[in-house]
């Protein structure tokens, strides 16, 4: 297929903004599906798991292929429904490192949200092309100019509007379009597949005339010719001159084209559709893809092109109950068919892709190849993760992999029968594998597995399949904060290791400073900083990886209640060695012996996860609900008024938060709604740092 009418686009926004509505309604225009599924019937389309049904929430990323004519040509459509919730954000930040545009959905009642600024950062790493799309025009306080307003001052995005809606509310009928300068209003009677052109009501011609030269004002910085004619004759201007100029803009990533509608009401999506066609990029417009080759660590590019050696990144696992563990890929260049083999540059090793499937939801269509700019689904493998390059063997490339935050909560499970057990290490693994935010452990005090995750909600959903799809039952405990620990000052200290029981001993002798990390450090590969300065041989240069090892293993358990360490810093300075007793073995040990003898000297913090809280409320609510979060150690950060609501933003310990939904609800008679999601770790106070460390004491003790 000719790569110019290929489309790889993502839907994303806040909850309950219309994603899943939607993508729907993009089905059914497109003629892939014949009825429209709605999301509170549990009938829709990609959200197919029961979970997902049973909530109205969408929890994992669904892809799907759709085609659409648009202007004479074919166009072909790969979107991603991604989740609005914050503990699966996962699932929008691997979908967006493959995707080339995204649709990106506001509410026009509540505008700009908390995980509205968490995708739009994502997008912004990603460096991903956004269309604003602002839904539920028909709702009461439906506002498209203030939501224009709020994604230019909250998300820094340069919003320019390409639409202006004719009525509000129940009386959102239509929008002016600004590029051809007409009104158009959707016919009811066929679910909004068809509208007429009306003229543009009187009462709006002024605001019209303001805001299209806006619009001409913003496209011409792009275009010389438009500059001009701007300055000269604006009348001239043609669409087609528009539409290129907007098309320029939007692939550099300078001006998000905003528009609007009703998806639940059928109105604005096939404009909204017109427009991913016209202004979103293809694959050909990113020339080059760059990535190291693993042999040679010199940068390599791969061209959008069939003739170019085959180089795929695998973004989502999932398991199938029918075809096993299917892998989903974006192929970047090259032609992979079906029964050949790829090099995963992670492991070293061959895979043999078996099938390969178009994804349709949970449904697979079975086809021949896949080819550069296209996104599909692989079967067959052994050992593919999340984040792993796949390639040609003879032309190996790695390209940037996906970084994930860490898990801020977690629970102890364990199975209800003995016969579960088994069954447990399957489920946890697989789940595991699928979702990289995911955690599990064994606690080495207690013996207890402990899953960790982004939230209450994550980890119910984790519980919950496991029982529906592994069918293990299990017992949980009570949630718990997944503490980190810190140092805050520098020591040196010297660790002689001595061992003699017959025959050949052990020793080991180290000097060393340890101390917190550079502030420029890079922590994404490691959250150790080893700095050699030994010169003269004093330690053999063999010796010095296997002490380096000892300290990187040790910051798992930190001195003060066993939480990992968030990094430090060892300059190894001096040391001593025998030329009989002395192994790697023996400055392995001197290095973990050394971690627990120096760093309680390095004055170690306990620090816990901080959230970022957002509440709406009723005004006469407000005093309590502030009260509450007070109470909670939270920092009120700032408030604004939203209709006749108030929302309240603040800082709040992840371990005050336990249950807050429900005492929200009784403290606001279940008026107020809130969203929380992890902001960063801080200093836990003194008493609270206590109680988490005599806990840990007293549980270490009583095994």
């Known amino acids: 297929m000719d790569l110019r009418y290929t489309r790889n686009i993502g839907i994303a926004a806040h909850i309950d903004a219309g994603k899943t509505t939607t993508t729907e309604r993009i089905l059914y225009y497109t003629g892939v599906n014949h009825k429209i599924g709605e999301v509170h019937d549990g009938a829709a389309t990609m959200d197919w798991m029961a979970q997902e049904q049973e909530r109205g929430i969408t929890i994992t990323s669904a892809a799907t292929t759709c085609f659409w004519k648009y202007r004479d040509n074919q166009y072909k459509i790969n979107i991603i429904d991604t989740p609005g919730h914050v503990d699966f954000t996962v699932e929008v930040n691997r979908s967006l490192r493959v995707l080339d545009g995204l649709v990106f959905l506001f509410s026009a009642v509540d505008g700009v949200e908390p995980q509205s600024e968490t995708n739009w950062r994502l997008a912004d790493n990603y460096n991903v092309t956004r269309l604003g799309f602002v839904n539920k025009m028909d709702r009461q306080g439906a506002d498209f100019l203030n939501v224009v307003k709020q994604t230019r001052e909250i998300l820094g995005g340069n919003a320019v509007p390409l639409q202006l809606p004719i009525g509000a509310e129940e009386t959102f009928v239509g929008v002016v379009d600004l590029i051809n300068n007409r009104g158009m209003v959707w016919n009811e009677e066929d679910k909004g597949m068809t509208y007429k052109v009306v003229p543009i009501p009187e009462d709006m011609k002024e605001e019209v005339a303001e805001w299209r030269e806006k619009m001409l004002e913003a496209v011409s910085e792009f275009d010389d010719n438009i500059m001009q004619k701007f300055f000269d004759a604006p009348e001239t201007i043609t669409e087609r001159e528009v539409l290129d100029a907007l098309r320029k803009a939007c692939v550099a990533n300078k001006i998000v084209p905003m528009v609007c509608g009703s998806s639940f009401k059928n109105k604005g999506v096939q404009t909204m559709l017109d427009l991913v066609m016209e202004l979103m990029p293809c694959p050909l417009d990113k020339e080059v893809t760059k990535g190291i080759n693993p042999d040679t660590e010199q940068e390599v590019t791969r061209k959008p092109d069939v003739k170019d050696p085959f180089t795929a990144l695998a973004f989502k696992i999932a398991t199938d109950p029918f075809v096993g563990r299917l892998c989903f890929i974006r192929a970047y260049s090259g032609r992979l068919d079906a029964g050949s083999y790829v090099l995963n540059t992670r492991s070293g090793n061959k895979e043999r892709i078996s099938r390969i499937f178009q ?76 979702d990289p935010t995911f955690r599990v452990k064994t606690d ?260």
């Not at 101390?515 to 010095?544: H, Y």
């Open 444 to 703: 080495e005090d207690s013996g207890q597995t402990i899953i960790s995750g982004m939230g209450e909600l994550h980890l119910e959903i984790i519980v919950d399949r496991l029982k529906r799809e592994f069918k293990v039952e299990v017992n949980q405990g009570a949630p718990q904060v997944a503490y980190k620990e810190s140092i805050t000052t520098s020591v040196e200290h010297r660790e002689v290791y001595k061992k003699q029981s017959g025959g050949r001993g052990k020793f080991a002798d180290i000097k060393f400073t340890v101390g917190p990390m550079d502030a420029d450090f890079d922590t994404t590969k490691t959250n150790l900083q080893f700095v050699n300065e030994i010169t003269g041989g004093n330690i053999p240069r063999e010796f010095i990886p296997a002490v380096e090892k000892g300290f990187k293993a040790s910051l798992n358990n930190g001195v003060l209640a066993g939480y990992p360490l968030v990094g430090m810093k060892v300059v190894l300075t001096d040391g001593s060695y025998h030329a009989v007793d002395s192994d790697a073995l023996s400055f392995e040990i001197a290095a973990k012996t050394a971690y627990r003898e120096a760093l309680p000297k390095c004055k170690p913090v306990l620090l816990e996860p901080i959230m970022k809280v957002e509440v709406l409320t009723p005004e006469q609510n407000m005093g309590d609900v502030v009260g509450d979060l007070n109470r909670r150690r939270g920092q009120i950060e700032g408030m604004d008024s939203k209709g006749n609501s108030q929302v309240i933003k603040a800082k709040v310990p992840l371990s005050e938060m336990f249950g807050y939904v429900t005492q929200l609800r009784t403290l606001t008679s279940g008026r107020a709604t809130s969203t929380m999601e992890f902001s960063h770790y801080n200093e836990a106070p003194n008493n609270v740092a206590q109680d988490v460390i005599s806990k840990a004491k007293g549980k270490a003790e009583k095994v």
């Open 359 to 434: 994804m349709h939801a949970n449904k697979q269509n079975p086809v021949e190849f896949l080819e550069a700019g296209d996104i599909g689904a692989v079967v067959g493998f052994k050992d593919i993760r999340t984040g792993d390059t796949l390639c040609e063997e003879k032309h190996p490339i790695v390209l940037e992999a996906m970084n994930f935050p860490e898990p801020v909560i977690g629970i102890a499970i364990e199975p209800k029968t003995q016969g579960d057990l088994d069954r447990l290490g399957v489920g946890l693994n697989k789940l595991a594998e699928e």
